[in-house]
């Protein structure tokens, strides 16, 4: 991989194809611990239209789904959504999609966007792509929450701080409302700005 490029679809269908769960999602403690706090860290009880972006196999998506009224997750590796669909089967409100963002962001508006541990597969340039995608398909007064495992990876172009940084710095049309620095991960929730 070319540094400061994005990661491929390839890349990550390498990693599902030697280990159906490459992160431990299904099994290590950190894993449900920071997913409690991740669904801890939304005000509201229910989500009309909400955006997964990165769901991979679906443990977060089958959880995040009980506080929406519809749920888009997407992921770049089909071999991953094939094992969220199973996951995910009984829920018909939620929708699981191949998708390569930011080049195929959804046109739709959701009032809650979850980034979890995926921006810093981005390279910086797509990085601002991301975020203006995303901030376009917030509707106002919408949220989104972004988690990230802090400590320096060498596969990935960014860091998570990077990508939590990048945020911060539209507080124009993203609002900061909260933020957590965990030993190894961080959480920032940011609020659609009307303007």
């Known amino acids: 991989m070319p540094a400061g490029e994005s990661l491929s679809p390839g890349y990550f269908e390498r990693l599902y194809t030697e280990n159906p769960d490459p992160w431990g999602f299904e099994t290590r403690a950190y894993e449900r611990e920071k997913y409690a706090t991740t669904l801890a860290a939304l005000p509201r009880t229910t989500y009309h239209n909400a955006l997964e972006i990165g ?8 959880q995040l789904a009980g506080r929406c009224g519809a749920l888009r997750a997407v ?16 829920l018909p409100h939620v929708r699981l999609e191949r998708r390569q963002l930011p080049g195929e962001f959804p046109t739709e508006q959701y009032d809650l966007i979850l980034v979890s541990e995926v921006g810093y597969y981005w390279s910086a340039a797509d990085l601002v792509r991301a975020r203006q995608a995303i901030t376009d ?12 495992w802090t400590p320096y990876v060498a596969d990935y172009p960014l860091t ?11 507080p124009d049309q993203l609002r900061h409302q909260f933020g957590q ?7 920032d929730r940011f609020e659609r700005t009307e303007g």
């Open 55 to 62: 769901c991979s196999i679906g443990v977060l998506t089958e």
């Open 75 to 90: 992921d770049v590796s089909e071999t991953a959504l094939q094992r969220a669909r199973q996951r995910c089967a009984r």
């Open 137 to 148: 398909g917030l509707r106002p007064g919408g949220h989104l929450l972004l988690v990230h």
């Open 181 to 187: 620095r965990h030993a190894t991960y961080r959480l």
């Open 160 to 170: 998570g701080d990077a990508v939590h940084e990048a945020f911060l710095a539209v």
